[in-house]
């Protein structure tokens, strides 16, 4: 309403929390021997691991070479099949790519944006090898459902746990739920390491490759087994550089200590949204299912019928015009240029991601946000939709 309401200082929609024992674990490693291939890489991986209850972790330097090597470990290759949610972050189904296969998109629940299981059965042919479900948010997907799918159809269930750090399903860690889980330690994630991402599983053979892969595809125990030589090493399989650095590593392993607080604060946050847009019948929040503990990377709230995306495009400019930085996450995937030509993906893939992409939109939600911030978004929300909807009418 009022102009004079724009912030000095515009609220994202996630940031980070850096605090001088971060700094000063940074700092440490810097001053060290190692920046990378040292000891605080060895170390997060084991203190993350721990974390999600996980037999092993490889740390790699973000969160979409953690889904390459998810994909690289279960041998992905050309003319091979892989089911992700239409709703994702375009890495999701990038890593698919990366190997050759190709991305089959599933459509998801408006209720929740997860991948829908009812929806899976349909998609799986003599060519699919593998479901990757996205928690979308920080709410881990129905695994019991998405196991049950791959069991019947030996298929890998990889989870995309880019946004569910510390989330649980059942009380069961995301992390811990399926073959192989990725994570981002990008700044808007839950915890960052700058840019950075990791990897865990309990199949000690899939770790192995992973951590050949990241390194070029170079053979570890070449040098002990079968060279004469000191210099000499192997490559069999080809691999990238996607090495982690030391002090990225203490940066991590700084930020998961304080994870579970600052996952506790989100989650206060997401309470104080939800109870006050429970009067309000043009703000839906997103289900939360039973069986979560959700991590709210992301706190989603849907707008109008989905039949108007008028009414999100207004709300949306009406608050960044005043400084609060909501966003949308995602366009669905497959409609994207892309994939449109190179896979021949159109409009009407997936009716409800469709749909509900019309609707969403992301409110700020980060640790360090007050009360009277949140409660200024929900006020500047509640005006901007009573506005749109008045336009509307
Ligand atoms: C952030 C994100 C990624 C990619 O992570 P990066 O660290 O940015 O490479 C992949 N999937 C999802 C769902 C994400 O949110």
């Known amino acids: 309403m009022n102009e004079g309401s724009r912030r000095a200082k515009p609220l994202p929609y996630g940031r980070q929390t850096i605090a001088a024992d971060d700094i000063a674990a940074v700092t440490r490693v810097l001053q060290s021997d190692w920046l990378t291939c040292g000891p605080s890489v060895a170390e ?5 691991a721990s974390f999600v209850d996980s037999k092993h972790a490889v740390a790699v330097n973000s969160g979409t070479a ?8 279960i041998g992905i290759t050309a003319g091979d099949e892989v089911i992700v949610p239409a709703i994702s972050f375009a890495a999701t189904a990038n890593c698919v790519v990366y190997q050759g296969g190709r991305p089959v998109f599933s459509d998801v629940d408006p209720r929740t944006l997860l991948i829908d299981p009812a929806d899976i059965e349909r998609l799986i042919t003599p060519k699919t090898r593998a479901i990757i479900a996205v928690d979308y948010a920080g709410q881990p997907c129905d695994y019991d459902a998405l196991r049950s799918i791959c069991d019947e159809h030996r298929l890998w269930l990889v989870a995309d746990a880019c946004h569910s750090v510390g989330a649980s399903y059942h009380g069961r860690p995301c992390g811990s739920l399926t073959d192989l889980t990725a994570f981002s330690f990008h700044p808007v994630k839950s915890m960052t390491t700058g840019e950075g991402g990791m990897v865990t599983t309990d199949n000690p053979e899939f770790s192995q490759k992973m951590r050949q892969f990241r390194n070029h595809g170079i053979v570890q125990d070449f040098r002990q087994r079968e060279s004469v030589v000191q210099w000499e090493y192997d490559i069999r399989e080809i691999g990238f550089n ?8 203490a940066l991590g392993t700084s930020q998961l200590q304080k994870l579970p607080g600052w996952i506790d604060r989100r989650r206060q946050i997401a309470e104080r ?3 006050q847009f429970a009067e309000c019948r043009h703000i839906q929040p997103l289900a939360v299912q039973s069986y979560s503990e959700h991590a709210y990377h992301l706190y989603v709230v849907r707008l109008g019928s989905g039949q108007s995306p008028a009414m999100r495009a207004n709300v949306f400019q009406r608050l960044r015009s005043i400084g609060i930085n ?11 240029s892309f994939y449109r030509e190179r896979f021949g993906y159109n409009a009407g893939l997936c009716p409800n991601a469709e749909s509900v992409y019309g609707q969403i939109l992301s409110l700020p939600v980060f640790p360090s946000m007050t009360d009277a911030d949140v409660d200024f978004v929900v006020e500047e929300l509640l005006a901007a939709t009573a506005t749109a909807s008045s336009i509307a009418a």
């Open 44 to 48: 997060f991986e084991s203190n993350f």
């Open 66 to 73: 953690a889904l390459h090597c998810a994909m690289h470990a």
């Open 242 to 249: 996607y090495r982690i650095s030391d002090f990225q590593c």
């Open 273 to 275: 949204y939800t109870s």
């Open 326 to 336: 909501v966003n949308v996450h995602y366009r669905p995937i497959y409609l994207h």
